[in-house]
């Protein structure tokens, strides 16, 4: 349309006409601001209105219009292909920009980081070593770069490096795991290791980037909080134990107050205590004797019992005792807590094999693991033996520290048992005792009491002639040093409990002493037709009081005198033995019941008690005498085969010189 416009304003300015100039004006127009389709619109629009005219022109319109429209196209795109190339050109130099600025940020975060960053190719040798690294290892980076990255890595941790190395030939990356790493001077450090691969432009993987990290810190305080964490689990399974431990001991002491027959009481106790102080246990306690003999035991298998009291029994009370020493006589004698392993527990049933086959075999039935024996304590004095014994067919468990503590608790608990019981046995039996001194008090008393009023009613009414009258003053006479011989006794022995009994201590001949004491003794003999015989070779020098050692022998003698029959025989020697002055008195009398042979020497005690006893007495005479001795730093014994068989006195006082 505007070109239609055009030709007609040209020809009315020109006077001529111009036909093609406008359009290809128009078409030149449309192909260069909107492209080559909409300037071939506008060519078929301009040949519409040209179609009157020659067709030779028309085609040269035609080809030149085209000519127009294709370089037109060619300069549009042309200008477009460089606007864009300008654009890529500057997006591209941005990029490159953008790419240096990374690689500096990245090598600088690289060569300040504290993490030792470490390049390498698939050779394992070092390619790069940041400052991190040198911190870390060691080593500067001039003196790792080009050298094998296993001469960090210890010999035993070779085979991670292989692992590593194979993961990331196979483009696989390692997450970070914890290891030890040797640094320059020799010593261990624990890090942390990540592994990635390296590839190049191309895709292919050339090397590996290894970032470690110092964990020694971390790992410090992870084994400060494990520590803490296994205290803590330790101290709650100690309080746990602790409070079960005190239940166990508390339910163990109601039980062992419960009776005064500790017997009954502690086997209740023992058997509680299975199996958690041990398999089975035995318990010994002296007799009045002091032979240990068996009270209680128990077995977590019922069936084993009978076993183990035929066990104790044959060791404690059969023949070979004495042959082989028991682990219980060990801790009577050293009074300390015994811990035996499974390896000498079977020794020691070895050692039975030539001692008594049959506690072997019964030791091997029993089937025992380990032991342990805690002595029995009364006021210092061991009693008594408490054991435990794990067996092969049950626990299998070795005793520890905690065990031995436990068990010494248990026993203490038990002596206290063992104590009280003794204690109301005592009391009791002194009760008694008391009851027959003053009987027997009484009785003595009242025999020579009989005898002064007697004899002095009958002087009084003027009933006796003169020789009966000088014989009734004799017979007072007598009876009144026989009762103040019996006062004399018993405030010795009131003397000697108060700690006020006095020594007039000098050197002096024993020898002398007993031969004075000999003839006290002399006429009582000599009515009774017994033969004395006197063995004092060679004076013996002893220091002490020779009155007191005098109504010691005096004592010894009176009774040899009192106990033997008619016809009988006692021998007195006097020697030296191992810097000692002894002196023994052996007589051919009644001797003395082995029941009564422990208690011989303890006050108020008499072999007969009973009212209707041949030989008067208060009990009391032995009981000075060994309290004489001891005094002077002596010891008296007493032996006896039993009744008819006689019986011995030793008495062993250190000499002058020693």
Known sequence: MLAVLLRLGVDALFGRPFPYAPFLLAVGLASWFLGWRPGL??????????????????????????????????????????????????????????????QAELAAIVTSS?????????????????????????????EMIGQPIRRIIPADRLAEEDTVVSRIRAGQRVDGFDTVRRKKDGTLVEVSVAVSPIRDSSGVIVGASKIGRDISERRRLDRMREELLARERLAREEATAARDGLAFLAEISAILTSSLDYAETVDRAVHLALPRLGDYTTVLVQDEHGQLRYVASGHIVPEQEPVLRELAARLVDAPTRGRVTTFAEVIMKSGKTMVVSHE??????????????????????????????????????????????????????????????????????????????????????????????????????????????GWARMLRGGQLDSVAASQAVEAIERSAQAQAQIVEDILDVARG???????????????IVVKRSVEAIAPGAVAKKIQVQVGAPAPVTVLGDAGRLQQVMWNLLSNAVKFTPPGGRIAIDV????????????????????????????????????????????????AIARHLVELHGGSIEARSEGEGAGSSFAVSLPLADA
């Open 41 to 102: 619109v506008t060519l078929a629009l301009s040949l519409a209105v040209l179609s009157y005219s020659a067709p030779g022109r028309l085609i040269a319109f035609i080809i030149l219009s085209a000519l127009i429209v294709l370089l037109a196209d060619f300069v549009h795109r042309t200008r477009i292909a460089a606007r864009t190339a300008s654009v890529e050109l500057a997006r591209h130099e941005a990029s490159l920009r953008r790419s240096e600025l990374t």
């Open 114 to 142: 504290d993490d030792a960053i470490i390049g390498k190719d698939l050779d394992g040798m070092v390619t790069s070593w940041n400052r991190g690294a040198e911190h870390l290892f060691g080593y500067a980076a001039g």
């Open 344 to 453: 000498d527990v079977l020794k020691a049933i070895d050692r039975l094999e030539a001692a008594d086959p049959g506690s072997k075999r019964l030791g091997l039935e029993l089937g025992p693991y380990a032991y342990i024996g805690v002595p029995l304590h009364v006021r210092g004095r061991v009693v008594g033996v408490m054991s435990f014994g794990t067996t092969d067919g049950e626990s299998r468990r070795e005793y520890t520290d905690a065990n031995v503590t436990e068990v010494e608790e248990f026993a203490r608990r038990v002596s206290l048992a063992v104590e009280n019981a003794r204690l109301f046995r005592q009391a009791d039996e002194l009760n008694r005792l008391k009851d027959e001194f003053l009987a027997t008090l009484s009785h003595e008393l009242r025999t020579p009491l009989a005898a002064v009023l």
């Open 497 to 511: 409990m108060a700690g006020n009994l006095r020594l007039d201590v000098k050197p002096f001949d024993l020898s």
């Open 575 to 622: 020697t030296q033995r191992d810097g000692n002055a002894v002196v023994e008195v052996t007589d051919s009398g009644i001797g003395i019941p082995r029941t009564f042979l422990p208690f011989v020497f303890d006050k108020f005690r008499q072999a007969d008690g009973s009212g209707t006893r041949q030989h008067g007495g208060l009990g009391l005479g032995l």
